[in-house]
Each structure stands twice: as C-alpha cells, then as structure tokens.
C-alpha cells in the first residue's frame, strides 16, 4: 500500500497512513482512518488537552505508561492489557513525547494500540 501524509498543523501532528484508507468520523477522534476492506482496522489520533506546562510534570515515561495501562484495566470491559514498548523522544518542535504501544483484550476484541 502506498502512504499518503496527512498533516493537522493547528494541533502540531502528521502521520502517514495506507492511500486507500477512508477518512471517518468518531467521537473524541481528531482525525481517524479506516481500511475499507476491514473496518475493524484503523489508525487515528486524538489529541487530550492538559492543563500542566510541560510533561515531566505528569511523571516520567515509566509512570505515565503505568498510568495508562491502570486506566485500561479499570474499564470494565478489559480482559487484559500488556505495555509492549514505550520510548520518550523530543517532537520536532522539541517538545518533549511518550510513545506507547500496548495489547487490549476486552470483551470486544483484540486491539494493538500506539498512544
């Protein structure tokens, strides 16, 4: 599949997703892409606005990833959840990122999730 940038300036992010790939609506999505041939695949952003000035004042790489895999497990819904890999790195405007992928088994499936 061919990749095409798709680009949110106002927000600061790009990504690169499949040509084929349907733009859809979702609540609490700022942009999400659909595969059409099997709509349970998808890749999206969304964007959560905080109230703190920079992100090490929300905790380091690792307590943030324990954060977010305790808000999964307390959904009622969650089977399971395992961290597969986090890294911290500066954006290109230097500003300071967490990247988190992890494994979601719920009652509705399974899902790879990169946060």
């Known amino acids: 599949d061919d990749l095409v940038t798709f680009a949110n300036p106002s927000q600061g992010y790009t990504l690169l997703r499949p040509a084929a790939w349907e733009q859809v609506d979702k609540a609490g999505a700022d942009s999400l892409f659909r595969d059409p041939s099997k709509k349970s695949t998808n890749v999206g ?3 959560y606005p905080v109230r703190i000035a920079s992100l090490d004042q929300f905790g ?3 307590a943030v990833g324990e954060r977010l895999l305790g808000a999964e497990r307390a959904k ?3 089977l399971s959840v395992a961290m597969v890999a986090q890294t911290a790195r500066s954006s290109a405007s230097g ?3 967490y990247d988190f992928e992890y494994e979601l088994e719920s ?3 399974r899902k790879r999730i990169l946060s």
């Open 45 to 47: 952003v969304t964007v």
């Open 60 to 62: 380091d790489l690792q």
């Open 76 to 78: 009622e819904s969650t």
């Open 95 to 97: 500003a300071a990122t």
């Open 107 to 109: 009652t509705r499936g």
